[in-house]
Every structure is written in C-alpha cells, then in structure tokens.
C-alpha cells in the first residue's frame, strides 16, 4: 500500500490514474484553517464519460461473478483498508478535525461492513429466490413454471458524505451494498477529505487487480459535484445513484435522475431533525442521567450526525423545568469541538442565528466555544408548540450542536406534532414504563410516528446506528428520496437489485439461483414454503 507521498494524486478510473483537466483541489484542515496534503487534479466532465464506459463493459462480466469470487473482492478490499489503517486516520484526522477514536471506530465499522456484506454475497438470501413450479392440470388455465431471482441494476454512481470520511464514503455503506450486489461502483470523492478517499480508493483498486476483476468494477473520481457528478448521474450507462450529504445535493441530483430520457432510482440520505419525545414520567422526579444522556448526544462528533437530535419536546411545569435547568448546567461545561469544514461551520453559525431571531425562541443555554477557530459553542433554545407548528422554519435541520427544546402543554400538542412532522431518520420517546398512562400516550404516539422515521427508539438516544441485519436507516422523506430503503445494513443491497422472473424454461436455460438442484444452496420459497437449505445441499 503506497503512501500520500507524491505533491498530485489523480481520479482512479477503472484502475488507471487519470489526470483531470478541471484544475486541482486541495483539503483544509479545519482546525489550523489552511490548506494540506497534496494536490487533487479535477476531472473534467467529458472525462466522467470514461468512467462511466468502464464500469459498463465491467458489469458484463461482473454481474455474472461466481458468489465466492465476489465476497473474497469484498473481504480483499476489507483486509488492504485495514492494513493502511494508520495512514487513512492520520489523513482522515488532518483532512476533517475528527478525533482518533472516533476515525478508529468507523474505519473498523467500513471492514465489518465490507466483510457482512461478503457475508451476503455468500449467504445469498437478496437473489430473492421464488419459484412456482408448473401446474399442468390447474383449472381453469394450467400454470406455468415460474422462477424468480433478483439482477443487478447496473453501475452505480455513489456520492459521499463530508461527515462519514469513511463509513459514508469510498468503501462506505453505498459502495459496499451496491458491489455485494454486482454492481460496478463509479465513486465521486468528496473534496472535504480527497486523500483519505485516494487511500481507499487504492485499497479497492488493489483488490480488484487481486482477483482479477475487470477495472472498471471500481472507479475513483475527483470532481465538482455540480459537472462531474451532474454528468455521471445524467450518463444512460449509469443505472443508480447512493447519495449522503445536503437536501439541496440530494434533491439536485434526484431532478437530474427523473428527468433522464431513462429515468433511474436515487437513493438519498438528506435531512432530518430526529425529534424526540419526553413524556411527563421520564422527567418526573429525580432523573439526573436523562439532561446528561441528552447532552451527550447533541454534542458527540460536533452534532454532525445524520442522527443528531435537533427537537426536544419537553412537558410544561416544574418537572420540565428541572430537566431544562439539568440541560443547561451540563451544557455549559461542553465546549466547541472543530467542525469538518469552514463551510460546514459557516452554515451552521448561520443557522443558529436564524433560529435566534425568530419571535418567540429564547435561548436556554449554551456551552463554550472551542479553541480553534472553527468550533462553536453547542447550543440549546426554547419555544412552545403553538411557535412551532406556525413556524416551518423551525423544522430545518441545522448541521451541528443546536437543539430546539419545544415545551408541550397536553398530549393532544404531541399528537398535533408527531401528525405535522416531516420524514424522519429517527424518532424517540422517553417514559417510565411503570407509568400506564405515559404507556398509552406512548402507543398512540408510535402509531404516529411509525409512519414518519425509519428507526424508532425508547429510552434511548438517537446517535450511533448499529449495522446489521435489523438496522433501518432511512424513513420517508426528506429524511431519505425513498422511504422504501435503508443506506446502512444488509437490507439496503436490495436498492440496487431489481426482480425478473423465467417463465417456463428449460433447466438448461435456468440460472444457478432457480434451478431445482439448488447448487449455492439458498433459502428460497418453493410453491409457498420456504425451503432452508441444508449444509451441502
Ligand atoms: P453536500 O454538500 O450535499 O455534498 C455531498 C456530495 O454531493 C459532494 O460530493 C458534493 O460534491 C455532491 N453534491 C452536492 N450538491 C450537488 C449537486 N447539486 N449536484 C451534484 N453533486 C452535488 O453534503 P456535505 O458536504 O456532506 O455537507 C454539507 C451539508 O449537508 C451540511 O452542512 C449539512 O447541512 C448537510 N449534511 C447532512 C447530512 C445528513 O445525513 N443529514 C450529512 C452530511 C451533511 P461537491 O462538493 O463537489 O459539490
């Protein structure tokens, strides 16, 4: 594995280091505010074009790959990012300000999720195998043998997050599910943290040699979002697009994908406020964890999560008022924490004032600002139900450690709430559950809230996504383009598969998948049942 030695790095399309034409780009570390590491040449947009053939020809062959040889590119691509491990965090650190545990702790969630994934792949429950063997003498029409998998949708063009350096970027979530299901991967770095991504990028590279893949399985580019990525996602050779970052982003590249002579699925992860309840038992009595838990939360990686809380709704009356004052002291001995970029801190120092000046918000408390120049104080304000609902603004995400605590007279307000809100990631409620009454409130509110947020916690906090199985990450929208799908666990393969179904054909013709003698012994329902493959079958 090479090192960032050289003073220019450049795409890695299908493979081939790539010269851009588009001029050069160049991180910021966010926390001495100057520019760092080596130069990026910027691909211009009738470059993309070859990307784009690449991973067309690639999908041919990959598509087509034996389950084996695609989980071992998989578990190859896993172990090389592992080994440069040291270097992707030190650059990673460099390039976004996050700390060493928190870069330690997602590069080891990038290889589990590479290596479930392969899992998958091994596993292979997303072929969605069905088969209705041929009734001959049905009445009144004899049926005929139908057996269904699932195909790769083609390549796809994944776009990164700035706040997920690794998990959410090159061999992020996106990447891995759409590889996992035989699709080609043409990645649009983000320029917040373009030497982490040519690391990655060389790992996957590397794996890709390994096996012997075809190079255009892979493809790495720097570019402008707004020419590049536009051009890629525009492409008839692309077929999907995984997207994590601002709402505008996503929605730009979502009008793009629609208005296609082909339209094609966008699957966006964009924005959301992840409200969270407090029913009037969780802040009855003596509750010194719950302001502390919350705390925590907001401030965690500067509130830069997808997941961060930004709406609190808190009883009225004097239980609700210690919980606020609990908040206030344990905020006032946080401190800013540098922000990944100038710009992200920009918008969100811009945001805060925003919702300053609106009538009828006060502020409740704030920490201290950090020691560089780009980490502002956390921040926590207050309004009431009636502001809320009349006040849209009040709804927008703000990227970072600003929370609104919204105080609630009744359990209709809460209703009023939870029926009003838009599309969420998440949605949290607090209670005892000794308490019958807050029980019910609860249930009537999960019955609300279950039709908004992909994920819903109780007694928890909404921060940290686990990854596996069970895991949804995504809700309707605009917390995602499509409420139908998660971005993180294994489910979120089947955004980049589509069914198809042979009708009567001769076992000559049948795929692997669907023939009767079953030869990668999946799971798969037959004739109504479902039929668990033994070991060796
Ligand atoms: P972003 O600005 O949306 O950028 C994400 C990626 O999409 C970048 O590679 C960017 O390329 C590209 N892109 C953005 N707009 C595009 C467009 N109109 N056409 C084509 N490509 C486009 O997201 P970010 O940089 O990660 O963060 C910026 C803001 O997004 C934050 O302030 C925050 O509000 C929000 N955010 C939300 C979440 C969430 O999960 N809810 C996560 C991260 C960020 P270029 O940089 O080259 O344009």
């Not at 993309?48 to 598509?63: I, N």
């Not at 907001?298 to 999560?305: C, H, I, K, R, V």
């Not at 990631?425 to 039709?451: I, M, V, W, Y």
């Not at 917390?479 to 998660?486: L, P, Q």
Request: aromatic share 6%; with cysteine.
């Amino acid at each position: 594995m090479s090192t960032l030695t050289e003073s220019v790095y450049h795409s890695l399309v299908a493979g081939v280091p790539t010269e851009g034409t588009a001029g050069t780009t160049q991180a910021t570390d966010p926390a001495k505010n100057q520019q760092t590491g080596p130069k990026f040449t910027l691909l211009g947009k009738g470059q993309a074009e070859v990307a784009a053939q690449s991973a067309a020809e690639a999908f041919l062959e990959y598509r087509k790959l034996d389950p084996q040889k695609r989980a071992a590119f998989l578990a190859a691509a896993a172990d090389k990012i592992q080994a440069a491990g040291e270097e992707i965090i030190a650059t990673a650190m460099t390039e976004t300000g996050l700390p060493q545990m928190r870069l330690q702790g997602e590069l080891a969630r990038t290889v589990n999720q590479l290596r479930l994934f392969a899992k998958v792949v091994l596993q292979g429950d997303h072929h969605g195998v069905r088969i209705e063997p041929a009734l001959s003498d049905r009445k009144p029409l004899p049926r005929p043998d139908l057996r269904q998998r699932t195909l790769p949708l083609g390549p796809v063009v994944v776009f990164g997050a700035s706040n997920f350096p690794l998990a959410f970027s090159v061999a992020g979530g996106d990447t891995a599910s759409a590889l996992a299901a035989g699709c080609p991967v043409v990645f649009k770095a983000h320029n917040a943290h373009p030497g982490t991504s040519q690391i990655v990028g060389q790992a996957i590279t590397e794996a890709v040699i390994e096996l012997g893949l075809p190079g255009g399985v892979f493809s790495l580019v720097y570019g402008r979002g707004t020419d590049v990525g536009q051009k890629l996602v525009a492409d008839p050779r692309i077929k999907a697009v995984g997207f994590t970052g601002s709402r505008g982003g996503g929605l730009a590249l979502m009008q793009t994908a629609a208005t296609r002579p082909e339209p094609i699925p966008v699957y966006a992860e964009m924005s959301s406020v992840n409200p969270i309840f407090l029913l009037p038992s969780a802040v009855a009595g003596d509750n010194p964890v719950l302001a502390e838990g919350f705390v925590t939360s907001l401030t965690g990686s500067a509130g830069q999560l997808c997941t961060a809380p930004g709406l609190l709704f808190v009883p009225e009356g004097t239980s609700g008022d210690s919980f606020v004052n609990a908040v206030r002291t344990h905020l006032s001995a946080a401190a800013g924490v540098t922000m990944l970029t100038p710009g992200i801190c920009s918008s969100r120092v811009k945001g805060e004032q925003k919702l300053a000046d609106i009538p009828g918000v006060t502020e409740v408390g704030r920490g201290s600002e950090g020691k560089t120049e780009h980490a502002p104080a956390p921040s926590v304000y207050s309004t009431d139900v009636k502001v809320f609902v009349t006040t849209p603004e009040l709804s927008e995400e703000i990227f970072g450690s600003v929370c609104l605590v919204v105080r609630y007279s009744s359990v209709e307000e809460l209703e009023e709430v939870a029926t009003a809100i838009e599309g969420q990631l998440t949605a949290t409620l607090h209670l005892d559950p000794r308490d019958s009454k807050d029980t019910q409130t609860a249930s009537t509110l999960l019955e609300l809230l279950e039709l908004k947020a992909g994920r819903l916690l109780i007694n928890g906090w909404p921060t940290g996504v686990d990854v596996g199985d069970a895991v949804v990450h995504g809700g309707p929208f605009p917390a995602t383009s499509d409420g139908r799908s998660t971005s993180v666990g294994t489910l979120s393969i089947g955004r980049f598969l589509r069914p198809v179904v042979y009708q009567n054909a001769p076992e000559a013709l049948q795929p692997a998948a669907v023939q009767d003698a079953n030869p990668w012994s999946l799971t798969r329902r037959v004739d109504g049942q479902y039929a668990v493959a033994q070991k060796g079958e």
